[in-house]
Structures are given as structure tokens and as C-alpha cells.
């Protein structure tokens, strides 16, 4: 015993093995470091992502301003001397307004003359500023036939003069601002004219054709819209199907292809979901297009296979110790799976189920397919209104010609990013909450 003990001990204490040993340990070394270059690489690859986003889009929560002075005349806005009563309202709702705009413009740059040069001076001035001055003067009608020094929004190009998007050392012919306009943006800003402030803008109205009165108001409620029919179709379906499969089907082919099928559909590409909802809801049950009714239920039929998945395995996860002592005491097997395996399994089927639904937020092809693609400038107030959804606004914007869409799609990509944030940090939140350790 002894010869073969100091064999083994000198074996282990040869220079080949050492060798072998050294060797052994180096692989370990380099296995470590190729794992932490990976990892290196992915968060800087993110964080560059997100530096890129952040860059670009940061500048779509600031709005650029211009304050005019702005006098309310009875005789430009249609209505005469003395308006009062019913005439002024009228005055005040069908008032001609941009031409109240053109002439605090000429009062301020009097000098300009022609046509075509006092259009080009009220283009430094968004379209917008009209219904701010009806906003106005719908707050006060007093203000009919006094003068007032009111802020306006700017032009889109003008905005993105004032962030520095737009280069003043590039030929005129290259940029779609004059210089005569920037002459006249850079005095209005000596003047004290020109400021910028938070672009409230940005997050409380509709789309608009022009990227200066743009906002993402409308394509989030849409998307709250259209998450909430999801949740409530896909969630109760997606844990009883589990809860069937897990605990109640018979163990036969049939049951296997039916898992084999639910594997098999959390794999397929997102627009066939949104070929079958263009199919089923629109053309055989006639529901509206574009209505978060029906994205609601298209995104459904793609997150059911997630949610379901999910279940199961947070249903299999719970011992089988538990069903055996409460069926030991007396309780059936629907009690069984109410009062102690779906509580237990909660904290995994409320992740897996808003993971889905984090999916389901930022998918664009489905919803592309039933329509929600239009350019919708109203806010919805139901589930069958016409709607759009965050990612297919941000798909628009990406697709418009106008610099000013540029910031807006990044400015959008945020707040996506921001929603999916808070969503998985609630899964995260569910989890620690609702799970216990055996």
C-alpha cells in the first residue's frame, strides 16, 4: 500500500504532470478572459447604442421659441371696430391668424419688402403659432384688439439652426435656410427674442406633418391601448392553458404535439401573427382596421406561446412535495393547483407573462400588417378608435424627409426604451416580492 501510495505521489509530482497541470490551469486563465471580453464587448457595444441614441435625441425634449409682438385686430382677423357678442366669438374662431403672424413679423423687420422675401420671413415661424394665438385669445377674448408679447414655436429648420444641426458655413444652395433668415433669427436672438424650453410639445399632442408640432402623445396611448387587450386576452388564456397541460392533460401523442406546437409557435417570425390577424379580424370578423382592438388581440396571438411556456415552467418548477401534502390532507386537485401551485408559481408566470409583453411592445411588422401604420394626428379615446403604436410611430418619423424627424426618432427610441425599462424592472419587482425559496 505504501509502494503504491508514493507511486501515485511521485507520479502527481512529475514534471509532466506539473506540465500538464500548468497547462490546465492557463486554459482556465484564458477562458476567464475571453469571457470577460466578451462581455466587455457587449456592454461597450451597448453603450455605445445607447451614447448614439442619446445623442441624437436628446435635443427632441427642447423646442426652439420666438416671442412676437402680437396685436389682435379685429379688421386682420375678419371682424370690425366694436366686435362684440356672437360676431367675436366668430372673430375668435375662424380668425385668419397667420396674417396677424406676417404683421408682427413686418413690424418687427420693417425694412423687408416684396412678396417673396415677407414669405420667407413668416416661415421662420412654425404653422403651430396659429393655434397658439387661437388658444390665446379663446383663454381671453379680452385681449381682441390689444397688443400682446406672446412666445411662438419656430420653424423646424430655424430649431434645428438653434441646436446646431444645421451648419451656417455650408453654401445656401446646400441648406433649406436663406441667410437672409438666419439674418433674421440672429437679430430676433440679440433682441433677447429667441429661447429655448422644455418641449411639452414633444409629449402631449398627436403626429403632425410638421416635426416641430410632432408628438408621441397619441402613438402611447395607442400602445396602452393596445397592451392592455392584450394582457387581458393572452394572460388568463396563457395561464389556464398552462395550468391544464402542466397538470391535467393526459399524457398521450396528442397532448405532445400540442406542446411540440406551442414550442414551435413562440419561434415563428412576428409578421405571420400579423398576416393571421389581417385574415381573421379584418376580412372574416370586419373589425376596424388600425384600432388598438385589433392589435391588441394580433399581439396576443403572439405573446399566448411566451406567457404559456412561462407557466409551465414555473408551474414544474414547484415541488412535487407540495401537491403531495395537500393531497394528503384532503384537498382536490383543483385546490391543489388554486391554493398552492399557481400562488407558488406566480412570481415566474407574471415574468415570463410581462417579458412577453415587453415583446409585444416593440413589435412593428404585426401591427403593420391591420393597418396601424396611417398617419392617425388624433388622440384615441377607445379600443376601436383609429390608433397607431409607438414602434410604427417611430417607423414613420424614420421614414420623412424632414431633419427635424431625425431627433424626433430618437427622442421616441427613449421613451420605448424607457417603458421596457420600467416593465422588466416590475418583473423584477413581482419576482423578489412574490417568490419563496425552499
Same mark, same amino acid.
Given at each position: 500500500?505504501?509502494?503504491?501510495?508514493? /507511486?501515485? +505521489?511521485?507520479?502527481?509530482? $512529475?514534471?509532466? &504532470?506539473?506540465?500538464?497541470?500548468?497547462?490546465?490551469?492557463?486554459?482556465? *486563465?484564458?477562458?476567464?478572459?475571453?469571457?470577460?471580453?466578451?462581455?466587455?464587448?457587449?456592454?461597450?457595444?451597448?453603450?455605445?447604442?445607447?451614447?448614439?441614441?442619446?445623442?441624437?435625441?436628446?435635443?427632441?425634449?427642447?423646442?426652439?421659441?420666438?416671442? =412676437?409682438?402680437?396685436?389682435?385686430?379685429? @379688421? !386682420?382677423?375678419?371682424?370690425?371696430?366694436?366686435?362684440?357678442?356672437?360676431?367675436?366669438?366668430?372673430?375668435? *374662431?375662424?380668425?385668419?391668424?397667420?396674417?396677424?403672424?406676417?404683421?408682427? %413679423?413686418?413690424?418687427?423687420?420693417?425694412?423687408?419688402?416684396?412678396? *417673396?422675401?415677407?414669405?420667407?420671413?413668416?416661415?421662420?415661424?412654425?404653422?403651430?403659432?396659429?393655434?397658439?394665438?387661437?388658444?390665446?385669445?379663446?383663454?381671453?377674448?379680452?385681449? %381682441?384688439?390689444?397688443?400682446?408679447?406672446?412666445?411662438?414655436?419656430?420653424?423646424?429648420?430655424?430649431?434645428?439652426?438653434?441646436?446646431?444641426?444645421?451648419?451656417?458655413?455650408?453654401?445656401?444652395?446646400?441648406?433649406?435656410?436663406?441667410?437672409?433668415?438666419?439674418?433674421?433669427?440672429?437679430?430676433?436672438?440679440?433682441?433677447? *427674442? !429667441?429661447?429655448? !424650453?422644455?418641449?411639452?410639445?414633444?409629449?402631449?399632442?398627436?403626429?403632425?406633418?410638421?416635426?416641430?408640432?410632432?408628438?408621441?402623445?397619441?402613438?402611447?396611448?395607442? $400602445?396602452?391601448?393596445?397592451?392592455?387587450? /392584450?394582457?387581458?386576452?393572452?394572460?388568463?388564456?396563457?395561464?389556464?392553458? @398552462?395550468?391544464?397541460?402542466?397538470?391535467?392533460?393526459?399524457?398521450?401523442?396528442?397532448?405532445?404535439?400540442?406542446?411540440?406546437?406551442?414550442?414551435?409557435?413562440?419561434?415563428? #417570425?412576428?409578421?405571420?401573427?400579423?398576416?393571421?390577424?389581417?385574415?381573421?379580424?379584418?376580412?372574416? &370578423?370586419?373589425? #376596424?382596421?388600425?384600432?388598438?382592438?385589433? +392589435?391588441?388581440?394580433?399581439?396576443?396571438?403572439?405573446?399566448?406561446? /411566451?406567457?404559456?411556456?412561462?407557466?409551465?415552467?414555473?408551474?414544474?418548477?414547484? #415541488?412535487? $412535495?407540495?401537491?403531495? @401534502?395537500?393531497?394528503?390532507?384532503?384537498?382536490?386537485?383543483?385546490?391543489?393547483?388554486?391554493?398552492?401551485?399557481?400562488?407558488?408559481? %406566480?412570481?415566474?408566470?407574471?415574468?415570463?407573462?410581462?417579458?412577453?409583453?415587453?415583446?409585444?411592445?416593440?413589435?412593428?411588422?404585426?401591427? =403593420? &400588417?391591420?393597418?396601424?401604420?396611417?398617419?392617425?394626428?388624433?388622440?384615441?379615446?377607445?379600443?376601436?378608435?383609429?390608433?397607431?403604436?409607438? #414602434?410604427?410611430?417611430?417607423?414613420?418619423?424614420?421614414?420623412?424627409?424632414?431633419?427635424?424627424?431625425?431627433?424626433?426618432? $430618437?427622442?421616441?427610441?427613449?421613451? %420605448?426604451?424607457?417603458?421596457?425599462?420600467?416593465?422588466?424592472?416590475?418583473?423584477?419587482?413581482?419576482?423578489?416580492?412574490?417568490?419563496?425559496?425552499?
Amino acid at each position: 500500500m505504501s509502494d503504491d501510495t508514493g /507511486t501515485g +505521489g511521485s507520479r502527481w509530482s $512529475s514534471a509532466e &504532470m506539473r506540465a500538464r497541470i500548468r497547462r490546465r490551469h492557463a486554459a482556465e *486563465r484564458r477562458f476567464r478572459l475571453y469571457g470577460l471580453c466578451a462581455i466587455g464587448v457587449a456592454v461597450l457595444t451597448l453603450g455605445g447604442l445607447l451614447y448614439s441614441i442619446a445623442s441624437k435625441g436628446h435635443s427632441a425634449f427642447w423646442q426652439t421659441q420666438i416671442r =412676437l409682438d402680437v396685436r389682435f385686430d379685429p @379688421a !386682420v382677423l375678419g371682424g370690425g371696430e366694436g366686435t362684440e357678442g356672437e360676431a367675436r366669438e366668430e372673430v375668435i *374662431r375662424r380668425g385668419d391668424y397667420g396674417a396677424v403672424v406676417r404683421q408682427a %413679423l413686418q413690424r418687427r423687420f420693417p425694412d423687408v419688402e416684396g412678396r *417673396r422675401e415677407l414669405r420667407a420671413l413668416q416661415k421662420i415661424v412654425s404653422s403651430g403659432s396659429r393655434e397658439v394665438l387661437r388658444d390665446t385669445l379663446t383663454a381671453r377674448p379680452s385681449l %381682441l384688439g390689444q397688443t400682446v408679447s406672446l412666445w411662438l414655436p419656430a420653424d423646424d429648420e430655424v430649431d434645428m439652426l438653434m441646436k446646431g444641426a444645421i451648419s451656417r458655413n455650408v453654401p445656401e444652395s446646400e441648406r433649406r435656410l436663406t441667410d437672409a433668415q438666419i439674418a433674421w433669427v440672429d437679430a430676433l436672438e440679440r433682441d433677447g *427674442r !429667441v429661447r429655448k !424650453v422644455f418641449n411639452r410639445t414633444f409629449l402631449t399632442t398627436g403626429d403632425s406633418r410638421e416635426p416641430e408640432l410632432a408628438g408621441i402623445w397619441g402613438a402611447v396611448v395607442g $400602445s396602452f391601448l393596445t397592451l392592455a387587450v /392584450t394582457l387581458a386576452v393572452a394572460f388568463p388564456l396563457g395561464v389556464l392553458a @398552462a395550468v391544464y397541460l402542466e397538470e391535467f392533460a393526459a399524457r398521450n401523442r396528442w397532448t405532445r404535439l400540442i406542446e411540440v406546437n406551442i414550442n414551435n409557435l413562440a419561434a415563428v #417570425p412576428s409578421i405571420v401573427f400579423g398576416l393571421l390577424g389581417l385574415a381573421v379580424f379584418l376580412n372574416v &370578423m370586419n373589425l #376596424p382596421r388600425s384600432a388598438p382592438l385589433v +392589435g391588441g388581440l394580433t399581439l396576443a396571438l403572439m405573446t399566448l406561446p /411566451t406567457i404559456i411556456i412561462a407557466g409551465r415552467s414555473a408551474i414544474q418548477a414547484v #415541488p412535487p $412535495s407540495i401537491r403531495e @401534502a395537500a393531497q394528503g390532507v384532503g384537498a382536490s386537485p383543483l385546490q391543489v393547483v388554486s391554493h398552492h401551485v399557481l400562488p407558488l408559481a %406566480l412570481p415566474g408566470i407574471l415574468t415570463g407573462t410581462i417579458i412577453g409583453m415587453a415583446r409585444a411592445l416593440g413589435e412593428t411588422a404585426p401591427l =403593420l &400588417m391591420i393597418g396601424m401604420v396611417a398617419f392617425i394626428v388624433d388622440v384615441p379615446k377607445g379600443l376601436t378608435d383609429a390608433a397607431t403604436a409607438l #414602434p410604427v410611430q417611430i417607423f414613420l418619423w424614420a421614414d420623412s424627409p424632414e431633419r427635424g424627424f431625425v431627433e424626433k426618432v $430618437s427622442g421616441a427610441i427613449l421613451v %420605448l426604451l424607457a417603458f421596457l425599462v420600467v416593465m422588466n424592472a416590475g418583473a423584477i419587482a413581482l419576482r423578489q416580492k412574490f417568490e419563496k425559496r425552499w
